[in-house]
């Protein structure tokens, strides 16, 4: 399906405020951008756009926080990560995609209150735990598009400088990325007659990282992260209220 002009541009403008917001809170675009896609695509084709969009919106990270990252992390994080992540987008063929989108909205609902009620709650720094945020953010982001949350929870453990957290954050996502595009594009998910957004996507994805790394050298990270909260737990509502509605 193609979006008229107008709906081209409402999409790019939620696009690049997902990307913008999804840099500064550290979440990762998809929080936002999976559920908003979900406005003007079905469930799966929402999955290939997402991860297109993800491509381009990390290799945009990398090349703007590139002052380093965690070469440990990466590997004890991403290794678990990448491997998950084939087996839930493979997973996410075989589920009715309206169950998944309920479980999306659950998903934001439930990690928004965590993190509004508990804005310390962090994670011990011990292999293990990071380890075990791999396996469950890369199946998360496989079999609903979006694991950000978890994988940023893993990462505020190691109290990491913010070049250094959204550089590594941007390199295992890509990894991430590239693999469930392949499982996606197998699937079916990812459609010639959707390929006209990928320079749209493009832009957003580096015009909203360079924007978002703005406000983060003005804005402190608390303050920013309890506003994205409060939009993800408003646009899991929302969402939810929309699968809701269309049931009736």
């Known amino acids: 399906m193609s979006l008229t002009i107008e709906t081209l541009l409402v999409f790019f403008f939620l696009a690049l405020l997902a990307e913008i917001a999804g840099t500064v809170g550290g979440f990762g675009s998809s929080m936002f951008f999976v559920p908003i896609a ?3 695509f079905d469930f799966h084709s929402v999955l290939g756009i997402t991860a297109i969009f ?17 070469k440990k992390l990466l590997l004890k994080l991403g290794i678990p990560a990448v491997i998950m992540v084939y087996i839930g987008a493979r997973l996410s063929s075989y589920i009715d ?6 479980s999306l909205s659950f998903f934001l609902i439930i ?12 994670l011990k720094p011990t292999d293990a735990n990071a380890i075990g945020g791999g396996i ?11 694991g950000g949350a978890v994988r940023g929870l893993t990462l505020a453990a190691f109290s990491l400088s913010s070049s250094v ?6 390199l295992i996502d890509l990894g991430i990325d590239a693999t469930r595009s392949v499982v996606y594009f197998a699937n079916g998910y990812m459609h010639k007659h959707d390929l006209y957004l990928v320079p749209v996507l493009i ?8 924007i978002g790394k703005k406000i983060l050298d003005r804005v402190t990270d608390g303050q920013f992260k309890t506003l994205v909260l409060l939009l993800i737990l408003a646009t899991g509502i929302g969402t939810l209220t929309g699968i809701v509605l269309k049931q009736l």
């Open 111 to 122: 990690m928004s209150l965590i993190f509004l009620i508990k804005p310390k709650l962090s």
């Open 203 to 210: 832009v957003a994805g580096i015009f909203g990282t360079f």
């Open 165 to 170: 957290f959204v550089a590594t954050s941007a």
């Open 38 to 40: 979900g406005y003007f």
């Open 97 to 102: 995609p309206v169950y998944l989108e309920i």
């Open 54 to 70: 993800h491509l381009s919106s990390n290799l945009s990270k990398i090349y703007f926080f590139r002052k380093g990252f965690d």
């Open 136 to 146: 469950l953010s890369g199946f998360i982001a496989g079999i609903l598009g979006t």
